[in-house]
């Protein structure tokens, strides 16, 4: 199947209409084991790393795609898509400019993006994107997104580490939605032959930056904490809630993309802080470990309001700084551990 690969910062690109139109969508989230030198001909140094991957990647393996989808996400990676238009070679680049708000006004705006989406795959490619197409990519995504339910849940009382279930969430999105189901089906199936929740682990609430690269699950794993709970792109936000199946497909697709756990990059904060503290009580949990990647303002910004609350509501809650890298990172570990000790 041709693949049309997509960035995508925080889980507002309806990879529904990439399906329709016959493609396979595939998330760019770089390389963290490949330099970012390609990149940084182009951005400075203390640009995002993350983003500078991004781009890395998409020079790359442009070749290896029929084209590419840049959508909405922070101030920083919408300001390189001039950069992108310039050095990635690709015969498809298209914005989508997802809304920040999700209120009446974003929703028609969401449903014009989307339609925009769908024209020019239509031009570009003949692709007869219908009603019955769409309506049967969002039955075929809701499918994974339950499956994905269902191994999250299992994360609060089964022995999972972090990285096996980040894993399964990244090839989900980078896999044929089909494949990606029999994937975490035996994902689930090895999960529940598992034994209990370790005792010797604390279980935590993961928020802050998106996690590109599992050797960071593994750092934490290693400081003595399993996630069963978080909020991030590789994660809940993708299966979080399901795309409504009744009614008119692009209209339910705008209706979800409205409705899903925001990031520190859409309006409303106290969404936000409510998502996670309903999180944190459903599960009985009273531990966060928030994160933002060097450089990525956003979600730093955002930690001081929303861990502030967080702590006034009772909660214990670390947040940390970390680097861009899959190497052993002796100041973090600390902090993990410190942390762990304190409670």
Known sequence: MKTIAYFDATHDLPEEIIMAAGFLP??????????????????????????????????????DWEGIILAQGCNATNRHFDIWKRHVTTPFLHWFNGPS????????????????????????FCAGITDEKIASAIRESNVLKRRLQSLSALRGTKDIPNREYFEALVRSMQLPKADAIEEVNAAIARAEQRGPFPSNKRKALLTGSDVTYGEFMDLIDEAG????????????????TLIPEEGEPVDALARYYLTIPKPATKVGIRKRID??????????????????????????????????????????VLHVEREFTPGPDNQLMNRLEAFSEML
Request: hydrophobic share 40%.
């Open 26 to 63: 595939y998330k760019i989230l770089g390389d963290v084991h490949t330099s970012n030198e390609p990149a940084d001909r182009y951005l400075q140094a203390f640009f995002c790393p993350a983003a500078r991957s991004f781009l890395t990647e998409a020079m790359a393996r442009s070749g």
């Open 101 to 124: 708000r999700d209120d009446a006004l974003a929703h028609r705006f969401m449903k014009t993006e989307i339609w925009r989406l769908i024209n020019a795959l239509e031009r570009k």
């Open 225 to 240: 904490f399993r996630i069963v709970r978080d909020d991030i792109s590789e994660g809940e936000r993708y299966y979080a």
């Open 275 to 316: 998502y996670l503290e309903q999180a944190l009580v459903q599960s009985g949990l009273d531990t966060v470990i928030s994160q933002n990647i060097k450089f990525c303002e956003a979600f730093a910004y955002d930690s001081v309001l929303v861990n502030n609350e967080l702590k006034a509501k009772g909660h214990r």
